[in-house]
């Protein structure tokens, strides 16, 4: 169903991870991505494998919300695997078959890969998982705030962003009851080719449109009644402060990034 | 003769097995007979929505069944399909459907989708729009031309076109004026009293389920709290108050008149039922 889509879907909860401020959170996912790549062997990936299960018991989001985040990229996950096993070049054949063979480096580099992925992608959940997206684009705006110095608008990006995710739930709740109503009247949406279901869109993406500009101008108004004028000199009723916790966050990543460095140095490299 | 539509223990959860899981009704068996006029009352959230969505199989029961006619809709695909053309829904705010050039080529598509000829569509048509009182000039023009009140019609017409057995309309007055809010009354009245289909109406507003309809249905908490002739339902007032529903205005009226010392019976639940007992009132009491 429409409803299962998840795109940044946050997780009401109060873990430690929930309360962090986001504009830590946010530039420490990016440190923990950019680790997930300077890893060079299995020992420092067993680290980062250690710190991603850490976070997500830190954040207690369930397993099962976790599994379903990974769910879209089995695909790429299978794929990756597969070119790694068959296109890696060198190391001991293991077995072999046409022109195909497979060999320990293949398979190391293909596992590999695929547990970058998994933590890159649980990592990222992490963050949406843990924060609104208000708060996730609050942060953005802040951290993006020195490129006022180039004349970009940071405010209007931002509030363009939280507008955009706000919607997100809205038109989905809306196609939902589009669907509903056309398929009471008849609508067949599962079967026929592909110019079919095509052509059966129409009378779903027509009033979804409709809609969207309606609310749009309907948005525009009631923000103008509130006497929005764009970005310049607003200030916001939550401010943001760091508090210790945040540092103890900021303290751990940089554990993490020693300790992967560490393990690099001290083994030796596998890719 | 089998109901039209017949539920037995029919229950709904959304989002099952997840975090957030939702009941929106339990155990609901009920049986509309072929004719009547069934007006559905319950707070919002109370299952009202998801309950008609049951009758046409847009929603799946996850235990319990749904008979139309004496037959489960979810035996085949087929019968799912045919409970969309037997039952016509007719959503809130159907006039967010509405997206073909024309007024007449949308109310065409249920019609369309039922796979007949070009003729009976035509007719179809048209004689929806009788129903609805839209003219031939305002089927040509484009639905987003419409007034508000006209599209609301157009949309209606749109289910009734399909010709269904029954037909579902939840909150068809919604956001409309008094005047809107009457046309689309009468015209439902109407229609079922030309095509004798029976007719599901689900509504906010305890004066027009009793000035329309003949049997009352009231949901609350997802459960089925009272069915029955809408006299029934209504003589049990201080229930209704305790489930935060309200009985019609004129009800209250005469419940505060009775209050205040005055012989007149509270189970009144139209204007012209209260007209009638003010004067027999008044002949009892002036000499």
Not at chain 2, 44 to 72: A, M, Y
Not at chain 2, 187 to 193: A, G, P, Q, T, V
Not at chain 2, 267 to 273: A, I, N
Request: proline share 4%; with cysteine; hydrophobic share 45%.
């Amino acid at each position: 169903m429409i409803r299962d889509i998840t795109i940044g879907q946050y997780l009401p909860g109060n873990s430690v991870l929930h309360r962090l401020d986001a504009r830590m959170k946010a530039v420490l996912t990016f440190f923990f991505i950019i680790v997930i790549f300077l890893c060079k062997n299995f020992w420092s990936l067993g680290l980062m494998i250690a710190f991603t299960l850490l976070f997500t018991a830190i954040s207690k989001v369930p397993l099962r919300m976790m599994l379903k985040s990974l769910k879209p990229i089995f695909v790429i996950l299978i794929f990756t695997a597969v070119l790694n096993i068959f296109y890696t070049d060198g190391g001991r054949e293991l077995f072999g078959f046409w022109k195909l063979s497979v060999t320990d480096k293949g398979l190391y580099t293909a596992g590999f890969m695929v547990i970058r992925i998994i933590c890159l992608i649980t990592g990222s959940s992490l963050l949406t998982y843990t924060t609104t997206p208000t708060l996730l684009t609050d942060a953005i705006e802040r951290l993006l705030s020195p490129l006022k110095v180039f004349k970009i608008q940071v405010n209007t990006l931002a509030m363009m962003m939280t507008l955009a995710l706000r919607f997100i739930p809205t038109l989905i709740e809306e196609t939902d009851r589009i669907m509903n109503a056309q398929k009471a009247r008849g609508a067949d949406l599962e079967s026929g080719g592909f110019i079919k279901r095509a052509k059966a869109l129409i009378p779903i993406l027509i009033p979804l449109f409709v809609s969207a500009f309606r609310r749009a101008y309907e948005l525009a108004f009631a923000m103008e009644c509130r006497c929005y004028r764009g970005g310049e000199g607003r200030t916001r009723m939550k401010q943001m402060k760091l508090k210790a916790r945040d540092l103890g966050a900021a303290f751990l990543v940089a554990a993490l990034f020693c300790g992967v460095f560490f393990l690099n140095y001290r083994f030796k490299a596998l890719i | 003769m089998a109901p039209v539509i017949k539920t037995v223990n029919l229950t709904h959860l959304y989002g099952e097995k997840t975090l957030f899981e939702v009941t929106a009704i339990i155990n609901v068996s009920i049986e509309i007979e072929k004719g009547e006029f069934v007006g559905i009352i319950g707070h919002t959230g109370s299952g009202k929505s998801t309950l008609i969505q049951h009758f046409n199989g847009l929603l799946k029961p996850n235990s319990g069944k749904v008979l139309l006619d004496g037959k489960d809709i979810w035996e085949s695909r087929e019968s799912v399909r045919s409970a969309r053309f037997k039952v016509g829904l007719c959503f809130q705010y159907p006039e967010y459907q509405l997206f073909e050039e024309t007024v007449y080529k949308d109310i065409a598509f249920g019609p369309k989708n039922m796979g007949l000829g070009d003729d009976e569509i035509n007719t179809r048509v048209r004689r929806a729009a009788g129903y609805v009182g839209l003219s031939g000039e305002q089927l040509e023009k484009s639905p987003f031309d419409l007034s508000g009140g006209e599209k609301r019609r157009a949309a209606i017409a749109g289910v009734m076109a399909m010709e269904p057995e029954v037909l579902v309309l939840d909150e068809p007055t919604a956001g409309l004026d008094p005047r809107g809010r009457d046309t689309v009354l009468g015209l439902i009245k109407e229609y079922r009293e030309q095509t004798g289909s029976t007719v599901i109406l689900v509504s906010h507003s305890m004066d027009d389920v009793a000035r329309l309809a003949s049997k009352a249905l009231v949901l609350n908490k997802s459960e089925v709290a009272m069915f029955g002739p809408v006299d029934e339902v209504f003589s049990h007032g201080r229930e209704l108050m305790k489930m935060g529903l309200n009985v019609p205005e004129v009800t209250r009226i005469f419940m505060g008149l009775r209050d205040r010392g005055l012989p007149v019976s509270t189970s009144v639940y139209t204007c012209e039922q209260g007209r009638r007992e003010l004067l027999r009132l008044s002949g009892e009491v002036s000499p």
